[in-house]
């Protein structure tokens, strides 16, 4: 019995250091080195956002300029611009879908109703 109890809180042991990051020292994506400015024109992909998380307490923006990967000071007017406009498509996204789902159930309570 002694035996069984020491092999499970083994496999546990084992199961939750496999969730755990490899590399603990680089919790963040991006160094202190951060931009405030960039031209438009010169972004190649569309800007990456990592909101605060238990890894990083910082929000990072990265985008990629000249095939590098630079980060984006989040404080600056660049930084802020970027998030309103991811702010605004997931609005859009989610938005639609709300509305959408609520004119199904709507409809379909219309036409419970109407059977009966």
Known sequence: MKSALIAF??????????GQPANRSNK???SNSLLTKVRLQRIQTEPVVYQPSIFCP???I???VANKEKCVDPK???GQFILNLK???T????GTTASAQTSTSSSTTQQ???KL
Not at 9 to 18: G, K, S
Not at 91 to 94: D, I, L, P, Q
Request: aromatic share 6%; with cysteine.
């Open 62 to 64: 990265i985008i990629t």
């Open 91 to 94: 609005e859009a996204v989610y």
């Open 9 to 18: 809180l083994t496999c546990l042991l084992l199961l939750c250091a496999q």
């Open 58 to 60: 910082r929000t990072e």
């Open 28 to 30: 963040c994506k991006c």
């Open 112 to 114: 419970a109703t109407s």
């Open 76 to 78: 600056s007017r660049f």
């Open 87 to 89: 702010n605004k498509k």
